[in-house]
């Protein structure tokens, strides 16, 4: 059964950074597609960052993309989110998403495995 485990979240002051973690276990090979959503407090999921399988290709949410940075290792089957000078407004719960998908995907619905999400709070 695939598994998703997202570890790396806290709470952190404005200007700060954190290193999301996202380990994939159980049956999901290399060859999936990974991305970062994150949702706050009463609002809807939100895209942040995709990876395709060999990790040749990124998009950003406008929102982040000179801020975070999206990377994995094939090797240990782990996906990074690398968040820099966070604000308060990035307060929100991050989760991974993984499938066996071609091409960018940035809604929720195209991906069939999700971890439990990881808290992340900032602080101004």
């Known amino acids: 059964q695939v598994r998703l485990v997202e570890s790396g979240g806290g709470l952190v002051q404005a200007g700060d950074s954190l290193r999301l973690s996202c380990a994939a276990s159980?049956?999901?090979?290399?060859?999936?597609?990974m991305a970062w959503f994150r949702q706050g407090p009463g609002k809807e999921r939100e895209f942040l960052a995709y990876?395709?399988?060999?990790?040749?290709?990124?998009y950003y949410a406008d929102s982040v993309k000179d801020r975070f940075t999206i990377a994995r290792d094939s090797a240990k089957n782990t996906a990074f989110l690398q968040t820099n000078n966070l604000k308060p407004e990035d307060t929100a719960v991050y989760y991974c998403?993984?499938?066996?998908?071609?091409?960018?995907?940035?809604?929720?619905?195209?991906?069939?495995?999700w971890g439990q999400g990881t808290q992340v709070t900032v602080s101004s």
């Open positions: 159980g049956g999901i090979s290399n060859s999936y597609t």
């Open positions: 990876i395709n399988w060999n990790g040749a290709n990124t």
């Open positions: 998403a993984a499938g066996y998908i071609q091409g960018l995907h940035t809604q929720p619905r195209d991906y069939s495995y």
